[in-house]
């Protein structure tokens, strides 16, 4: 084994070891939260004969930092993640528009003074969203994990668009991994916002980072979460937390393209509730709910 391999199978494995898990409950646990992962998998990933490096594997790996409890980026961080993605940067063409249907229009203009668009030379091979609710149900933090693929050298960036749907919340994004805050300009309907890597990247090279928004002084419950998805995108996945003490009476997951058309399927109430979404295409999709 390489020493990358073997650094991950011991961090994983030590993990696993002190969550008090078996591979059967761990794989049970993994399904729950929308990550199919063998146990046999499992298994291979912490003696180090295998290691994550498809693209469903690494998303895997962002939901295993949580339910083991250790600090987020910790195993992802071990993994060489330079082309264990596809390196075939035409497999992401720039999309047509530049305008995101799930976003709106106020993003572009906000975006555009920044200097900045939604696509940036950056492919979203997946996106996890988990957000968290207080008891009042009104939304306390967004957390967001990305998996980039770079499609053309240089770029050195990542555009953010958050809307304000709750008029008295103030967000502040804080950088995670792999990237530290740049500009930001707010406005009445959302924050534009910048997150900057580490160094350029080179055509074809992935990259994940991850960053929180805190919402302050928001009194307005919640009753959705959309996602907008600008191009192709391989994997996106929405989780809310709701507060034991304020769970919703309903919800349903929801996807909706450029058309306008929408699908809509009721989901059982759970806490948490994940939704997944494969390829999504361009729109916005997301979770609703009635309290």
Not at 118 to 139: P, W
Not at 148 to 154: N, Q
Not at 225 to 241: L, N, S
Request: proline share 6%.
């Amino acid at each position: 084994m390489t020493t990358e391999a073997t650094a991950f199978a011991k961090a994983l494995r030590d993990a696993i070891h002190a969550s008090g898990y078996t591979l059967a409950q761990l794989r049970a646990t993994l399904s729950e939260r929308g990550v199919p992962v063998s146990a046999a998998t499992l298994s291979y990933w912490q003696s180090g004969r295998s290691r994550p490096e498809r693209q469903n594997s690494v998303v895997a790996v962002g939901v295993l930092e949580e339910v083991l409890e250790v600090p987020r980026g910790s195993l992802a961080a071990l993994l060489p993640l330079r082309g264990t993605l596809s390196p075939d940067v035409t497999a992401f063409p720039t999309p047509p528009s530049r305008h995101d249907a799930g976003y709106g229009g106020h993003a572009e203009a906000a975006l555009a003074q920044l200097g900045l668009d939604l696509d940036g030379g950056l492919a979203r091979l997946s996106i996890h969203d988990r957000i968290t609710l207080d008891a009042l149900g009104v939304m306390r933090e967004h957390s967001a994990r990305l998996t980039l693929l770079a499609r053309r050298e240089g770029v050195d960036r990542l555009a953010l668009w958050t809307d304000i749907e709750d008029a008295g919340a103030y967000p502040v994004i804080r950088p995670v991994m792999n990237c530290r805050l740049g500009r930001n300009s707010y406005w009445d309907q959302g924050v534009a916002a910048e997150l900057l890597f580490e160094r350029p990247l080179r055509a074809g090279e992935p990259m994940m980072v991850e960053f929180r928004c805190e919402l302050v002084g928001g009194t307005e419950p919640q009753v959705k979460f959309c996602r907008g998805t600008v191009g192709a995108t391989k994997e996106t996945v929405v989780e809310m937390r709701f507060d034991p003490t304020m769970v919703p009476a309903s919800i349903e997951r929801f996807a909706a393209g450029d058309s306008g058309s929408e699908q809509a399927t009721s989901l059982r109430v759970q806490n948490p509730v994940t939704a997944v979404f494969v390829q999504p295409g361009p729109g916005h999709h997301g979770l609703r709910w009635t309290w």
